[in-house]
């Protein structure tokens, strides 16, 4: 009963405010989980934690010249982890700062991301191009600026077409082995070099352009597209999730249902609440 008492009393001392700390350190530690848990850093993570236990435990028994030597370790190693964990906390923070629930507080734009002409003549040139066996990588940017990756092929600046997007994948052409980058609905730059995805866990028989584009869903928000060479296959990657072997009005429905979503614009919640117009969402 005194265990119960106590209990209650701890409990009635917690306030709102406890909880939303709570929550949002919770939040934050699941989120750096998802970005380190499919990628080689998952193991330095768990090196770091044990390295961390190390020092309490030596700390903890006494063990003072164990100790002296982990405490300047994790000193030093402050250092090298900004430099080890770069790509992940610079990922981190671009999904921090594109995250949809900022829309909230800073409202949404009615823009359409991308002209359906654009897609249909995506959808032309990748469904030929799997017909032919010709490899192709085209990426779309949303949100994420690609800036880094367009400085490394040659700028186009075309509307897209079919025809133009086969061309660049000739086998015999010069940017064939790049990657296409398309910019509000127009073909900013080709021959362009993609990171590589670092996760263990995909198959065996992704070649290296399913790989990159791989890669740049994981570092970006932008739609990938790979057709393979091998299999004439057409696949999709979002997020860094792959998916493959599609049909053509699949294929077609993945591009329109994350590339022509229209955004309401309703402007932050604040505003539509004096309008009279914020009735709430899901979302929010």
């Known amino acids: 009963m005194d265990l119960i008492l106590s209990s209650i009393q701890q409990i009635s001392t917690i306030r709102i405010v406890d909880v939303i700390d709570i929550l949002i350190v919770t939040l934050l530690f699941y989120n750096i989980f998802l970005l380190i848990r499919k990628t080689k850093t998952l193991k330095i993570f768990l090196g770091i934690v044990l390295l961390l236990f190390a020092l309490w435990f030596s700390g903890v028994a006494q063990l003072n010249t164990v100790?002296?030597?982990?405490?300047?370790?994790?000193?030093?190693?402050?250092?090298?982890?900004?430099?080890?964990?770069?790509?992940?906390?610079?990922?981190?923070?671009?999904?921090?700062?594109?995250?949809?629930?900022?829309?909230?507080?800073?409202?949404?734009?009615?823009?359409?991301?991308?002209?359906?002409?654009?897609?249909?003549?995506?959808?032309?040139?990748?469904?030929?191009?799997?017909?032919?066996?010709?490899g192709a990588l085209i990426i779309f940017e949303r949100e994420n600026n690609l800036d880094d990756q367009i400085r490394t092929g040659t700028i186009i600046n075309a509307d897209p077409s079919a025809e133009l997007l086969k061309n660049i994948f000739y086998p015999k052409a010069p940017l064939h082995d790049g990657a296409v980058i398309i910019r509000d609905g127009r073909i900013q730059a080709g021959g362009c070099m993609l990171p590589l995805s670092n996760n263990p866990n995909l198959s065996r028989d992704l070649g290296m352009r399913h790989r990159a584009g791989i890669g740049m869903s994981e570092a970006s928000d932008a739609v990938v597209i790979i057709v393979s060479e091998e299999t004439g296959a057409i696949s999709v990657a979002v997020n860094g999730m792959l998916k493959r072997h599609l049909s053509k009005e699949t294929f077609e429905k993945i591009l329109r249902n994350e590339l022509s979503r229209q955004e309401e614009d309703v402007g932050p919640w604040w505003t539509r609440l004096f309008r009279g117009e914020w009735k709430g969402s899901a979302n929010e």
């Open 67 to 134: 100790n002296f030597l982990l405490r300047n370790t994790v000193q030093i190693g402050l250092i090298a982890l900004v430099v080890l964990f770069q790509p992940e906390i610079r990922r981190f923070l671009e999904r921090l700062v594109n995250n949809q629930m900022l829309n909230i507080f800073v409202g949404n734009r009615n823009v359409q991301l991308v002209s359906d002409t654009a897609i249909t003549q995506t959808v032309l040139a990748c469904t030929d191009m799997s017909a032919t066996r010709t």
